[in-house]
């Protein structure tokens, strides 16, 4: 009975460890997301994080919503579809790129949201940029055409086919964007603590946000030449 028990559980066990070794690197891999998370930590202290990732769980839950409906499929199978979102990916990246290039090439940020004190006015401020952090990363994800082609390929690999497929599916996806939301919160408290070291520095900080800048630029080039 115990030799049973062993080899039934046996392969479920190296699943979720295959599983969780995916999304862990995944999550690790430098992307579009953590160059935006650089560029508004380092503008906005360690508090932009919270937007930017409330944005970019919101592009996830998308994605994710339309691939266990079915409806990602579109986007696979329609090259009108898959290059359009492709594009409006790229250019959306490219449009935050320069506009990070430009802010660091004026040397245009204001000082760290942590380390200033707010009044109304400024809090009126820090809500419309927080709105702001949110569209960035909502529209960096639901634009990105690779997620969904992620998703529908990944999912079926873990989740049984069937009535089960569904909520499965939908756990999975929440572990993928858990761990990724443990791993930008690290990343954006080691972001966070750099900022704050090289604040009266502003040539090297603002070389920082032009590299971010730039990182976006790239990514939106690599998402505008990217093939299914």
């Known amino acids: 009975m115990g030799t049973h028990a062993t080899g039934y559980h ?3 066990t190296v699943e979720v460890v295959t599983f969780l070794g995916i999304v862990v690197i995944l999550a690790i891999t430098p992307g579009a997301d953590m160059a935006l998370v650089m560029r508004n930590v380092l503008s906005g202290g360690f508090r932009a994080l919270w937007p930017t990732m409330g944005g970019i769980i919101g592009g996830f839950a998308v994605h994710i919503t339309l691939c266990v409906a079915g409806l990602s499929v ?3 199978d329609s090259d009108v579809a898959f290059t359009t979102v492709k594009l409006l990916g790229a250019a959306w990246l490219a449009w935050m790129g320069i506009g990070a290039i430009i802010g660091a090439w004026r040397g ?3 000082p760290m ?3 200033v004190g707010i009044d109304a006015a400024s809090s009126r401020a820090a809500a419309g940029s927080a709105r702001s952090m ?3 990363g909502f529209l960096t994800n639901l634009l990105n055409v690779k997620i969904a082609l992620f998703y529908i390929a990944f999912l079926p690999q873990f989740a049984p086919a069937g009535d089960r497929f569904v909520p499965v599916a939908l756990g999975l996806a929440i572990v ?6 443990i791993w ?3 990343y954006a408290a080691l972001v966070a603590r750099a900022g704050a070291a090289i604040h009266r520095n502003p040539r090297t900080r603002r070389w920082i946000e032009g590299s971010a ?6 990514f939106g080039v690599r998402l505008a030449t990217a093939g299914r």
Not at 176 to 181: A, E, T, Y
Not at 213 to 218: E, M, P
């Open 184 to 186: 930008l919160t690290l």
């Open 108 to 110: 245009a940020h204001a």
């Open 213 to 218: 800048g730039a990182a976006l630029v790239g």
């Open 134 to 136: 949110f569209v960035g």
């Open 74 to 76: 579109v986007l696979r």
């Open 113 to 115: 949201a942590d380390e």
């Open 176 to 181: 993928q964007v858990l761990v990724g939301m």
């Open 10 to 12: 046996a392969p479920m």
